[in-house]
Every structure is written in structure tokens, then in C-alpha cells.
């Protein structure tokens, strides 16, 4: 009874992971998987503070709104001069980066969620085959991610 209760406990725990890393992912993703109806074009990095970057945005379509200063959570893409493709949340100077580089930036947690379930899965139910996936799967995503914004 107690190895299958262990079981179920890291099944349990690993799918909280997995739910709340795709929960947290979704807030920027949804922008950039799906930006029909939101402001698309270029933001050019002028300052950088800790966690957040500014500068002027240029947007894609000539009939759209200029903004003097948007901002974005600061990666490691974003330095002083750097210009790249954003997309505005609706009503408001917020921006997430679009492109290859900004889908797999918003889809980084789910990478983190994936590795830590990963971790779960193989001392609750010590399936290999499955903790490789899993670990393998958030491993690739945040490499990805990595190379994406380091280009």
C-alpha cells in the first residue's frame, strides 16, 4: 500500500509542477503564440534596470500609435542599442518579445517546471523512461531559449 500512496503523492506533485509552470508561461505566451488584434513591431533598448528594460517602440503597421517608452522583463537578449520584434499587452506599455526568441522566452517556467517534475517523478515513481522524457523535454526548452535570446 505505501509504494503505490508514493506513487500517486509524486504523480500528484509532478502534475502541480506542470500545471503551474504551463499557468505561469501562459501569461506571457499568449501574446506571442497568438497576437492577432495586438500592436506588433520593434523596440529599441535604451535603458536597462534590474528586472525591466525601456525604450521607444515602432510599431509594424504605419496606421498604429508610436510609444515613447515601453517596457519588457529584462532577459539576457536585451542590452543597451538592441533592437527586436515585440508585441504590447492589450491597453497598456507592457511588451513581450515576439518571435522564435520570445516563444521560447514566455515558455521558460514551463522548461523549470519540467526538470523539477522530472526530479519528482524519478524518486516517487522511479520510471526511467519517463524521468528522461520529462528532463530531457525542459532541458532542450530552456537551451533553446537560451540560444534563441542569445543571438
Known amino acids: 500500500m505505501l509504494p503505490v500512496a508514493r506513487q500517486i503523492a509524486a504523480a500528484a506533485l509532478a502534475a502541480l509542477l506542470l500545471i503551474a509552470g504551463v499557468f505561469t508561461s501562459w501569461g506571457a505566451a499568449q501574446h506571442v503564440m497568438f497576437p492577432k488584434g495586438r ?38 537578449g536585451e542590452k543597451k542599442g538592441a533592437s527586436f520584434p515585440v508585441v504590447l499587452k492589450p491597453s497598456s506599455t507592457s511588451a513581450v518579445r515576439a518571435g522564435t526568441a520570445g516563444f ?25 523512461r519517463l524521468t528522461w522524457i520529462t528532463g530531457g523535454a525542459g532541458f532542450v526548452l530552456l537551451t533553446a531559449a537560451f540560444a534563441a535570446l542569445s543571438l
Open 39 to 76: 500592436e506588433r513591431g520593434t523596440m529599441t533598448v535604451t535603458r536597462c534596470a534590474d528586472e525591466t528594460c525601456t525604450g521607444p517602440f515602432a510599431p509594424a503597421s504605419p496606421t498604429a500609435v508610436r510609444h515613447a517608452r515601453v517596457t519588457i522583463d529584462r532577459s539576457i
Open 104 to 128: 521560447l522566452h514566455a515558455w521558460v517556467p514551463l522548461g523549470g517546471a519540467l526538470l523539477l517534475a522530472s526530479v519528482v517523478l524519478a524518486g516517487g515513481i522511479r520510471n526511467r
